[in-house]
């Protein structure tokens, strides 16, 4: 077998290898629906509109375990009352 269809066919016994890996593996998890519910949270109390990115960040801490944090970032940095930081941030974390 010449060198070129030796590898050739090595590449492409690769390929099928790899797609079928690639079909068997599980999905990635989506972003968590907590994450909006958080956010919603926070909306609810300002009244304002859509929250602001710092809301949306805390609340992607909530998810990560990060309670202290999220609550921090929510009464101290954002304004809202520190029991809406404290349901909004465990809803985060559901």
């Given at each position: 077998?010449?060198t070129?269809?030796?590898?050739?066919s090595v590449?492409?016994?690769?390929?099928l290898?790899l797609?079928?890996?690639?079909l068997?593996?599980p999905?990635?998890?989506?972003a968590?629906?907590?994450?909006?519910?958080?956010?919603?949270?926070?909306e609810?109390?300002l009244?304002?509109?859509e929250?602001p990115?710092?809301?949306?960040?805390?609340?992607y801490?909530a998810?990560?375990?990060?309670?202290g944090t999220?609550?921090?970032?929510?009464a101290e940095g954002?304004?809202v009352?520190?029991?809406?930081a404290?349901?909004?941030c465990?809803?985060?974390?559901?």
């Open positions: 077998m010449r070129s269809a030796r590898i050739a590449l492409t016994g690769l390929t290898a797609g079928g890996a690639a068997t593996a999905a990635a998890p989506a968590p629906a907590d994450v909006s519910a958080c956010i919603n949270q926070v609810r109390e009244k304002g509109g929250a990115a710092s809301v949306h960040t805390a609340c801490i998810v990560t375990g990060a309670h999220c609550v921090a970032g929510l954002i304004g009352t520190k029991a809406t404290e349901s909004a465990k809803l985060g974390a559901e």
